[in-house]
């Protein structure tokens, strides 16, 4: 039998498919305005279905085109009450993507004269993949751990 579980079970389990198969996005749409997003991918529909079955939201299908990869599913959150909310409860949960949803949150609780475009380019800065550029604390940590 299933357990029933809590919210604050439901929103940590949430948390933790956030932080390992997830993503915080800012992006500008095609009316030059700054929207959020958040978005789980995975190959297991169930999990898919469970995060849209407890937080709202949409699911999409994306269909491999090799015959050996299985189709993967991607839940997503755009309407910003759902995002607000969801944001709010995983937030003491979050690891790896702590510093997006920090971020997230500034920019759905700016100001009205601010378009956002300051949060955007921050998230673009977390959000970005490849190496650190060699500035960071983390490169000079882990170049300390090797010396």
Not at 125 to 130: A, S, T, V
């Amino acid at each position: 039998m299933r357990k029933i579980l809590t919210d604050a079970e439901r929103y940590a389990y949430a948390a933790g498919m956030l932080d390992g198969d997830g993503c915080i996005m800012i992006y500008l749409d095609s009316f030059g305005k700054y929207r959020a997003v958040i978005k789980v991918k995975n190959t297991n529909k169930d999990v898919i279905i469970w995060l849209n079955d407890n937080f709202g939201g949409s699911i999409h299908t994306n269909k491999m085109h090799n015959p050996k990869w299985k189709d993967d599913y991607d839940w997503m959150l755009y309407a910003v009450d759902d995002i607000s909310k969801f944001i709010t409860n995983v937030y003491p949960y979050l690891i790896i993507k702590l510093k997006q949803a920090q971020t997230l949150l500034f920019f759905l609780n700016r100001e009205y004269n601010d378009n956002g475009e300051r949060w955007f380019k921050e998230m673009k800065e977390l959000n970005k993949k490849g190496k650190p550029d060699g500035s960071s604390a983390d490169v000079r940590e882990a170049e300390r751990n090797t010396s």
